[in-house]
């Protein structure tokens, strides 16, 4: 069974700085991984997807990293705003039936 | 392009009543399509996965009798939760994904419905 954990659970970090969120999957037979985003009491919106043949994406501010034989990918956040803050969701496809498992979250606050 | 838009976004309802939530996917048929419970400060679980025209399946431990997913169309698909009750408050978020490109697709959500049951 697929488990997704995401580290760490929440960070707060001032405006500006560069920062890293990491998530980890126990199952390296994925077909995709995706990283998302969620403001409170609102959908996903989607930010980035990374297929399992490749080993990383770029959108604007946003690198996000995969190592499928590790089980890992990491979403590198440069310059922070405040208007990043959200929780912050990976999410791995795997198996026949294209299921997502979603990852814990990790809570992001950035301060002015 | 790839909008899913799901209805309503919140509703209040007493204990014992029936409600339907519905998912469209606006721009793209969606051959299949997810349900997904969120509890606060939780991630996202699957309830179950809609196919156009078949049963959906649903994840261990969901009642598929108290919560009916219907998938008439490559672009509507409901979720009723019957006699609701009040452990049944929560988000609900559906998700379609274009069936065509295959296993690598990305799903696409639509924005939740806050259910809150009286």
């Known amino acids: 069974k697929q488990e997704v954990t995401q580290i760490p659970a929440a960070l707060s970090v001032p405006e500006g700085e560069n920062l890293v969120l990491n998530c980890s999957f126990t199952?390296?037979?994925?077909?995709?991984l995706q990283w998302f985003r969620q403001d409170p009491g609102k959908g996903l919106t989607s930010l980035l997807l990374i297929q399992s043949s490749q080993r990383e994406q770029t959108s604007g501010r946003l690198n996000a990293s995969l190592d499928k034989s590790s089980g890992r990918s990491t979403l590198y956040i440069a310059a922070s705003q405040p208007g990043d803050s959200a929780t912050y969701l990976c999410a791995v496809k795997t198996g026949t039936a294209s299921k997502l498992t979603f990852g814990t979250g990790t809570r992001l606050q950035v301060t002015l | 392009g790839a909008v899913v838009s799901q209805h309503p976004s919140w509703v209040i309802c007493k204990s014992g009543t029936s409600v339907k939530i519905e998912c469209r996917s606006l721009?793209?048929?969606?051959?299949?399509m997810f349900w997904y419970r969120q509890f606060p400060k939780q991630s996202l679980m699957l309830m179950a996965t809609?196919?156009?025209?078949?049963?959906?399946?649903?994840e261990q431990g969901v009642e598929k009798d108290k919560f009916l997913i219907n998938h008439a169309s490559l672009t509507l698909s409901t979720l009723t939760v019957t006699s609701a009750h009040p452990e049944d408050s929560s988000f609900y978020i559906c998700s379609a994904q274009v069936g065509v490109e295959g296993w690598g697709s990305p799903q696409h959500f639509g924005d939740g419905t806050r259910l809150s049951i009286l």
């Open positions: 199952d390296s037979a994925i077909y995709n």
């Open positions: 721009d793209f048929q969606a051959t299949t």
């Open positions: 809609s196919n156009e025209g078949s049963k959906a399946t649903y």
